[in-house]
Nanobody, 117 residues
């Protein structure tokens, strides 16, 4: 079982990006999926999360600028971020609670997002 992220890179301030994360392997069901980020010298923080029913939760720093969505048929979660700021620069990690015979929390390897001023 693995989570594979894509879509990171270098973006200018004020720009937008879309991250994707696919869960693959022997998965019986996918519960909450989400995105976290960690900037150098800082703790990992919640960016956004979405339940299997579509209920969403956003971190204060990205509220109003981000949209999380998912495609349950593809075990995929997306994160769209607009009006990017240099302080959004971080490694973004996908997280998912997966039923793989039991419920476990899985993390992706992370994708770097750099916002230039």
């Amino acid at each position: 079982v693995q989570l594979v992220e894509s879509g990171g890179g270098l973006v200018q301030a004020g720009g937008s990006l879309r991250l994707s994360c696919v869960a693959s392997g022997i998965i019986f069901s996918v519960n909450t999926m989400g995105w976290y980020r960690q900037a150098p010298g800082k703790q990992r923080e919640l960016v956004a999360a979405i339940t299997s029913g579509g209920r969403t939760n956003y971190g204060d720093s990205v509220k109003g600028r981000s949209t999380i969505s998912r495609d349950n048929g593809k075990n995929t979660v997306y994160l769209e971020m607009n009006s990017l700021k240099p302080e959004d620069t971080a490694v973004y990690y996908c997280n998912a609670r997966l039923d793989t015979r039991a419920l476990y929390n899985y993390w992706g390897q992370g994708t770097q997002v750099t916002v230039s001023s």
